[in-house]
């Protein structure tokens, strides 16, 4: 299986800082990459595909980049909605598999 | 407006088996593959396999292969996922999920439904 690891796994960070997750494959995944937010007793909701594909109706100033094995998620501005817990997953080889995640705490 | 809804709460016995449904509405549910994917409290989430709901056809994690089965009504509008022969690992919560138009990634979820395997 693909191994897909965050860095960090927890951030604390101040509403209005630009936040930065990384995240890297095991083996070469593409561009086929998603990240996804969750907040505590609730569903997962889908905020990028593609590596870099904006879902609709997600923000602008949530943005991702990268290929291969190493991707970024970025929140250019963050605000309060944005305190979660932040997984990718990786859909380029059976079995697809998620991140450990990266909780995004108040500082 | 497209949701996902699962059925409620399970308490099953170790060995026991579950069967969650995952009913569609607000898209034509036969169009796009249904995904199940599970999270234990405190952990990542897991992948467990879908199924297309206009023709049957599933594909299943390698981990779960031998436990799980993934079914859907004849109108395709719901969608069920039995895992057999539960263990106390199995305690999660059990998602389903809809594709985004062939592109394996999860646009729409259901509420997710807490399974307990405890004696």
């Known amino acids: 299986d693909i191994q897909m690891t965050q860095s960090p796994s927890t951030l604390s960070a101040s509403v209005g800082d630009r936040v930065t997750i990384t995240c890297r494959a095991s083996q070469s995944i593409s561009v086929w990459l998603a990240w996804y937010q969750q907040k505590p007793g609730k569903a997962p909701n889908l905020l990028i595909y593609k590596a870099s594909s904006l879902e609709s109706g997600v923000p602008s100033r949530f943005s991702g980049s990268g290929s291969g094995t190493e991707f970024t998620l970025t929140i250019s501005s963050l605000q309060p909605d944005d305190f979660a817990t932040y997984y990718c997953q990786q859909y380029n080889t059976y079995p697809w598999t998620f991140g450990q995640g990266t909780k995004v705490e108040i500082k | 407006q497209v949701h996902l809804v699962q059925s409620g709460a399970e308490v099953k016995n170790p060995g026991a088996s579950v069967k969650v449904s995952c009913k569609a509405s607000?898209?034509?549910?036969?169009?796009?593959?249904v995904h199940w994917v599970r999270q234990a409290p405190g952990q990542r989430l897991e992948w467990m396999g879908w199924i297309n709901p206009a023709s049957g056809n599933t594909r299943y994690s390698q981990r779960f292969q031998d436990r799980v089965t993934l079914s859907r009504d004849t109108s395709a509008t719901t969608a069920y996922m039995e895992l057999s022969s539960l263990r106390s690992e199995d305690t999660a919560v059990y998602y389903c999920?809809?594709?985004?138009?062939?592109?394996?990634?999860?646009?729409?979820w259901g509420q997710g439904t807490m399974v307990t395997v405890s004696s």
């Open positions: 999920a809809k594709e985004k138009a062939g592109l394996w990634t999860f646009d729409i």
């Open positions: 607000g898209y034509i549910s036969s169009s796009y593959t």
